[in-house]
């Protein structure tokens, strides 16, 4: 069965740090570039980080540039999303995909909150 499962999600003070991950199975990473996309309430989808396949290259939405970091073990089917210094802002249910910027098609995990609240 082909599936990606987000975990690490959880309630944060401002300022404080969560570490997401994304575990696949059912199929292997290695040949897709990983996106990590959040949706707050009321609000549309939102690409946040994209890491390519081959060369790891990381790429990130301006909202997060200098506080996220996407990184990759495809020996592990892996893929994780350190957030720190977080903002009640970035407050939303994080998705990991095997898309890009653009949230359609592709494989996609069912989700993982992170509210970020004093």
């Known amino acids: 069965q082909v599936q990606l499962v987000e975990s690490g999600g959880g309630l944060v003070q401002p300022g404080g740090s969560l570490r997401l991950s994304c575990t696949a199975s059912?199929?292997?990473?290695?040949?897709?570039?990983i996106g990590w996309f959040r949706q707050a309430p009321g609000k549309e989808l939102e690409g946040v980080s994209c890491i390519s396949r081959s060369d790891h290259t990381a790429y990130y939405a301006d909202s997060v540039k200098g506080r996220f970091s996407i990184s990759r073990d495809n020996a592990k089917n892996m893929v994780w999303l350190q957030m720190n210094s977080l903002k009640p802002e970035d407050t939303a249910i994080y998705y990991c995909?095997?898309?890009?910027?653009?949230?359609?098609?592709?494989?996609w995990g069912q989700g993982t909150q992170v509210t970020v609240s004093s």
């Open positions: 059912g199929f292997t990473l290695d040949y897709y570039e």
């Open positions: 995909a095997t898309r890009c910027w653009v949230a359609s098609g592709g494989f």
